[in-house]
């Protein structure tokens, strides 16, 4: 039995009402853990990408895909954790700040690209765009000088390099990969 | 054309084939009760409960191999159906439920008799639908036959609000589906094939598990030739039970909980499980790590979520088992296995389950022995859930194929009255005996009513002891014979009851009487009610606790056989 680990699964779906809730009760369901939900719109009409992040060894997450497949609004889903991929997430930290305090979290925010995106007298919001680690770091670094909240995305994810094949007339989206 | 809603409900119905639907009206299903008679090849029959309508679809399901389908209103109409929704999803049964909900423009303001009928029957359905505008309805219907009996079966609820039944729409018949996200597999790969194959073909002591997969697909034929042809024995599982004749040589029983003894030892002494259909229940693997460890395993499965769920397989086939078996059959040589044959032989002289005990006492299980010889086992027995249905699975000898209808998954208490009633409506030419349990039996009586009023001749034999009979059993043995809350002190007078619905009642209170009591049931062109009043502290031997392996095997102690 491998030991849990973090997998990401995205999955091209329906977007329609309570196809959310279709795929959170089978997690529920089934025991899963999810540690990171995403949804968006995605490239083409009607369809929604999501991008789970699941703790679980081998075994589960394989279990974890086959039953997201059988869901009839799911029409893809992808197990991208051994593939390379890029995943990013995005946070907004808001950070206690004083003027003495603020120069220093400047220099942090710069060395982890992130942005400032509100100042106020006693608190300012740190913007950040990274991988889970990236944000988790920045976080704890900035929580020396005390976090009062901080907002995540969840992570996203997309394979790089996959052949991708915009969309022909009348078939509709299509992703073209090398297996299946 | 304009139609109403409910107009094109009733059309889709038929055009699905459709002939029968098992319900009962209410407020917001009234426009669709109202466009019945309208449409005289719909034939309704009006059940007592909904729970009712829901087991009588999942019978009707299983004889039939085509989706019952059950009506109710919205709320209690509803959630009333759930216990039948969930039993089928559980035995892969293909249901169409349709349910009224309250208008749609008070849906979430909770009106009067709204549930949330889909969000509460979301883990139970193979998929459902609130269909929010007249215009879908047809194409929905469509989708939820082509889903429900597609792949692994599985039960569909289509949910629609009062006012979209009585909405008018230009009605045009639906086009192609579009259901970009369900592509049921129903082709295994040739190189598992292949692989399934060398292992058969180079097996000492192969089993084959065949379960409800090899019944659904009608793998009848394809399952005869496999085990004839390489001489494989056959031991089933309780939903695969009748699925292979048990009058066959090669027939091995079925194993697990309270399987038989020489079923469970066969396959953890074999080098191969071929398992066909089925999922590894814990009723059958108890403890799955030590379970058939002397063995690889071959696993066909149409739903891939299964392969490798309990246990880890060598070879898994996605793939319906008809199509499965058809071309591994091409590959499998002919084999003999004699001495493995001989070994299962001997283990079923070793480890007797199935002697009844010499007594004058009337034992549930000499009930089951008779009812199956008198009928020559070509009945079409329904279960309950307890004890009656383990001694019904072992002490009955199914000759035809889809003529054992239990609950196995769920465990659904209750099933024996409206199941039976669905199994006689879509085969009425059968002859159906319901085995019940006294308790089961009272949950799901009001439909003796039913019955009743659509002179269905379904007999009925209630193995009543005057307990939760199963409940029992495990509190003498687990729990020191503390039997609380499973003493049923409050029974009915049943051949009373029954009479009281118009149908014939006899009791049964000696085993001189068992074998004219049925013929005599028999014989009555009508329904009726036997009521067995049969030994009270009789126990399912052999029985594998929960959770352990074959070796803590309970047998029936022998003291038990002298002295009961």
């Not at chain 1, 009760?25 to 929604?48: C, D, T």
């Not at chain 2, 609130?130 to 429900?148: P, R």
């Not at chain 2, 009656?388 to 003529?403: E, G």
């Amino acid at each position: 039995m491998n030991s849990s680990e973090k997998h990401t699964i995205t999955a091209l779906v329906e977007d329609r009402a309570g196809v959310l809730n279709r795929i959170s009760s089978m997690f529920r369901r089934r025991g899963y853990n999810i540690s990171s939900l995403a949804v968006g719109k995605s490239e083409a009409e009607g369809l929604s990408r999501m991008t789970f992040v699941v703790d679980g060894d081998t075994k589960t997450v394989d279990v974890v895909v086959k039953n997201l497949r059988k869901l009839v609004e799911v029409i893809k889903v992808s197990d991208i954790s051994e593939e390379n991929a890029v995943s990013r997430e995005l946070a907004l930290i808001r950070v206690k700040c004083d003027v003495t305090s603020r120069s220093e979290i400047m220099q942090i925010v710069d060395i982890f690209r992130a942005k400032i995106v509100d100042v106020s007298q006693d608190t300012l919001i740190v913007e950040v765009t990274g991988n889970e680690d990236k944000v988790n770091s920045l976080v704890d670094l900035l929580d020396t000088f005390g976090v009062f909240e901080v907002m995540r995305t969840g992570t996203v994810a997309m394979s790089r390099g996959v052949a991708f094949e915009k969309d022909k007339p009348g078939s509709g989206p299509r992703i073209l990969e090398s297996a299946s | 054309m304009l139609k109403k809603g409910s107009q094109i409900v009733c059309e889709s119905l038929l055009r699905e084939g459709c002939d029968v639907v098992f319900g009962i009206p209410g407020g917001a299903i009234l426009p669709l009760y109202q466009a019945l008679p309208e449409y005289p090849e719909l034939r309704h029959i009006l059940t007592r409960h909904e729970q009712g309508a829901s087991l009588a679809a999942d019978g009707y399901a299983r004889v039939t191999g085509r989706p019952g389908v059950a009506f109710a209103t919205s709320g209690p109409g509803a959630t009333n159906l759930v216990t039948g929704i969930a039993s089928a999803q559980m035995d892969s049964v293909p249901l169409v439920i349709v349910t009224g909900q309250v208008n749609s423009w008070t849906i979430g303001s909770d009106a009067f008799q709204e549930t949330d009928i889909t969000g509460i029957t979301l883990p139970v359905t193979k998929h459902n639908f609130l269909v929010m505008d007249a215009a879908e309805i047809a194409s929905a219907i469509k989708e939820a036959f082509y889903i429900a009996n597609s792949g692994r079966p599985g039960p569909v609820l289509v949910d629609i609000p009062r006012n979209v039944f009585v909405q008018e729409v230009e009605y045009e018949e639906p086009g192609e589906m579009n259901l970009p996200g369900y592509s049921p597999n129903f082709s295994g790969h040739s190189g598992q094939i292949k692989k399934a194959a060398d292992l058969i073909n180079e097996s000492v002591k192969p089993v084959i598990i065949a379960g409800h997969g090899v019944i659904i697909s009608k793998a009848y034929e394809e399952l005869k030739v496999l085990a004839e042809k390489a001489q494989i024995p056959v031991i089933t599982t309780l939903l695969g039970i009748s699925c292979f004749p048990e009058d066959h040589v090669l027939w091995s029983g079925w194993p697990g909980m309270h399987g038989m003894a020489h079923s469970s030892f066969a396959i953890e002494e074999s080098d191969l499980v071929i398992a066909l259909g089925m999922r590894f229940d814990d009723r059958i693997t108890g403890n799955p790590a030590k379970f058939a460890t002397n063995s690889k395993k071959i696993h066909v499965d149409v739903d891939p979520s299964e392969i490798g769920k309990n246990i880890s397989v060598e070879v898994p086939i996605v793939g319906d088992v008809k199509e499965v078996l058809g071309r591994l059959n091409q590959q499998v040589l002919p084999g003999t296995h004699t001495d493995w044959l001989k070994r299962i032989e001997s283990l079923k002289e070793d480890h007797p389950s199935l002697d009844i005990p010499e007594t004058t006492k009337l034992l549930a299980r000499q009930v089951i022995k008779d009812l199956s010889d008198e009928t020559r086992g070509n009945a079409t027995i329904v279960t309950g859930v307890g004890q009656h249905q383990m001694w019904a699975a072992q002490h009955y000898r199914f000759k035809n194929p889809s003529t054992f209808l239990t609950s196995g998954g769920s465990g659904t208490m209750g099933y024996e009255v409206p199941a039976a009633m669905g199994a006689q409506v879509g085969n009425p030419e059968s002859t159906v005996w319901s085995i019940a349990g006294d308790g089961g039996f009272q949950m799901t009586l009001c439909e003796l009513a039913t019955i009743a009023e659509n002179r269905l001749p379904i007999k009925f034999a209630i193995l009543n002891n005057n307990f939760l009979g199963m409940v029992r059993q495990w509190q003498e043995i687990f729990f020191d014979s503390s039997y609380v809350s499973t003493s049923y002190t409050g029974n009915p007078d049943f051949v009373r009851l029954a009479e009281s619905y118009g149908i014939k009642g006899i009791r049964v209170t000696d085993k001189s009487q068992v074998k004219s009591a049925i013929s005599e049931a028999m014989e009555h062109d009508g329904p009726v009610v036997v009521d067995f009043i049969v030994e009270q502290e009789e126990n399912v031997y052999p029985m594998i606790p929960s959770g352990m392996t074959v070796y803590d095997m309970i047998e029936e102690p022998v003291s038990e056989k002298v002295t009961s």
